[in-house]
């Protein structure tokens, strides 16, 4: 398992004979919704962290002590390394003649702390089941709506209104997840937040990459001038694996007779495959009609004096090859 920022930072501490020292001075919020806050001192440095519980915020006062080390050239390694977040410009200074203007507003930093995130990983590590979000409420004129999602877990629920729906999402999630976390404090110990919330993020990133992965092969898979690559690990007999694809294609073989190139075409559209066509020789010469099923692996052509020749011979391999049922996997 990854090792936290209170770890790394110790260690990195121990071998620069210096100890990083740690104090609570504040706590904030009801007691049920508590808020804590972490002074971390080393070489010099001083940064406060706050989170939900000690434990967390000892653990982002550590993640934080880590970065501003980082910046000052002391190598830290991943993903700690990671650059502070830049300071807002400081007010001008006043004068007798002059009252102090007040500086730009920083920008609000993004809320790195999903409570969806949170509630996810809670309850995949404890193996609670999946959380359900649902709509229930939508009010108010359409320059003022109010959104109500209802987060539900088990027999367990929570609700909350906020102007956008993404908003009341996470009010509700960190509704739910407050209330487990509450009354499963002892069983759920030592579940990490910050940990949780690294995990939910490297899945977040390996979705989007994958999903990315998946569009990009059906935009190239599917186009007309897509390349043909074969698959060295693929029997013939053992290209059309499913049973539905198989029984679509010999419903359309059964079809009433007509004409070849007819038939051929329907059954390809039940295959999803792609139909190429084409005659070889000179025009002064008796030409040779090439008919090709794209794409199959491997590549599957048919030949024939009269195109009428070449789809009779590709449906005649066809009927052959669908009619086969795969063979089982020989034990090794």
């Known amino acids: 398992m990854m090792k936290t920022a209170v770890t790394v930072l110790q260690e990195m501490m121990i071998k620069m004979c210096e100890v990083p020292k740690y104090e609570c001075i504040a706590q904030s919020g009801p007691q049920h919704q508590a808020t804590f806050e972490y002074r971390c001192e080393a070489r010099g440095v001083v940064v406060c962290g706050r989170a939900r519980s000690k434990k967390e915020a000892k653990q982002e006062a550590a993640r934080l002590m880590l970065q501003q080390l980082h910046a000052r050239g002391v190598p830290v390694p991943a993903p700690y390394a990671t650059p502070p977040p830049r300071a807002a410009s400081p007010a001008a200074p006043a004068s007798p003649e002059r009252p102090a203007l007040p500086g730009p507003a920083a920008p609000a930093a993004p809320d790195a702390r999903s409570s969806v995130a949170l509630l996810r990983e809670l309850c995949e590590e404890y193996r609670l089941g999946e959380v359900q979000y649902e709509l229930v409420g939508d009010t108010g004129p359409p320059h003022l709506r109010h959104f109500t999602v209802r987060a539900a877990l088990g027999l367990h629920q929570r609700s909350a209104t906020a102007t956008t729906k993404k908003q009341a999402r996470q009010q509700a999630a960190e509704q739910l997840y407050t209330y487990l976390r509450e009354n499963l404090a002892r069983l759920t110990r030592d579940f990490v937040e910050e940990e949780a919330l690294q995990r939910a993020q490297e899945k977040s990133i390996l979705r989007a990459r ?60 039940e295959l999803g495959l792609r139909l190429e066509t084409l005659a070889l020789g000179a025009a002064d010469t008796e030409s040779v009609s090439v008919v090709r099923l794209a794409s199959t692996s491997p590549a599957l052509s048919f030949a024939g004096p009269t195109a009428a020749a070449a789809a009779t011979a590709a449906l005649r391999y066809l009927r052959r090859t669908l009619a086969e049922q795969p063979a089982a996997p020989q034990p090794h």
């Open 210 to 269: 994958t999903d990315e992965a998946l569009e990009r092969y059906a935009e190239l898979a599917g186009a007309d001038d897509a390349p043909w690559r074969p698959d060295l690990g693929q029997r013939v007999a053992h290209y059309h694996l499913g049973e539905d694809t198989c029984a679509r294609g010999l419903q359309a073989l059964a079809e009433p007779q007509e004409a070849p190139e007819r038939a051929l075409r329907r059954v390809c559209d």
